[in-house]
T-cell receptor, first 110, second 115 residues
Framework: NAGVTQTPKFRVLKTGQSMTLLCAQDMNHEYMYWYRQDPGMGLRLIHYSVGEGTTAKGEVPDGYNVSRLKKQNFLLGLESAAPSQTSVYFC?????????FGPGTRLTVL | AQSVSQHNHHVILSEAASLELGCNYSYGGTVNLFWYVQYPGQHLQLLLKYFSGDPLVKGIKGFEAEFIKSKFSFNLRKPSVQWSDTAEYFCAVNAGGGSQGNLIFGKGTKLSVKP
């Protein structure tokens, strides 16, 4: 039982490049989330999903897209990376009450 | 909009000192309350949570928190900290119950424990 896993762990992009972050959970949770963590800002919700095939915007959705084609996977895409998207990205999943977090992806955009 | 305030940005304590980290939220209805901990270089882990019932909640590693509805507060406490408690602590609130994307985090409090 791996819980929530994220790939990759680290990535460096140039401005304008695109990439996809993958989140996978093996707990059969319905809900999945993408957060970004910036120093002094706590965690801010980017997008979330309440079930397979559904997505919704969180607090800071601009510049990101997501997809939930399979229940266990939640993908976060950056179509044209910007330096302001340099951050640590955390994925989480939950059944209904408690969110469980992945190990994070550290993304640097030059 | 709902918000969560953590009063202290950085707290420095010596081992065996008592700890209290403040957390206040702004929402007048039903809330679920959480404290998460993030050890250096690691992901967030749940320390404790409050949904209903006894307002004094006990979590892992000797932590506890008290929900005071009249003060909109959910402060985290530990009677005697250890060096291994060095971490960042986040208070989070879910307004209206459940966890459907509306978990609001505070900005975090860094705790440094001197051996």
């Amino acid at each position: 039982n791996a819980g929530v896993t994220q790939t990759p762990k680290f990535r460096v992009l140039k401005t304008g490049q695109s990439m996809t972050l993958l989140c996978a959970q093996d707990m059969n949770h319905e809900y999945m989330y993408w957060y970004r963590q910036d120093p002094g800002m706590g965690l801010r919700l980017i997008h979330y999903s309440v079930g397979e095939g559904t997505t919704a915007k969180g607090e800071v959705p601009d510049g990101y897209n997501v997809s939930r084609l399979k229940k266990q996977n939640f993908l976060l895409g950056l179509e044209s990376a910007a330096p302001s998207q340099t951050s640590v990205y955390f994925c989480a999943s939950s059944s209904w009450d408690t969110q469980y977090f992945g190990p994070g992806t550290r993304l640097t955009v030059l | 909009a709902q918000s969560v305030s953590q009063h202290n940005h950085h707290v420095i304590l010596s081992e065996a000192a008592s700890l209290e980290l403040g957390c206040n939220y702004s929402y007048g209805g039903t809330v679920n309350l959480f404290w998460y901990v993030q050890y250096p270089g690691q992901h967030l882990q749940l320390l404790l949570k409050y949904f209903s019932g006894d307002p004094l909640v006990k979590g892992i590693k000797g932590f506890e928190a008290e929900f005071i509805k009249s003060k909109f507060s959910f402060n985290l406490r530990k009677p005697s900290v250890q060096w291994s408690d060095t971490a960042e602590y986040f208070c989070a609130v879910n307004a209206g119950g459940g966890s459907q994307g509306n978990l609001i985090f505070g900005k975090g409090t860094k705790l440094s424990v001197k051996p």
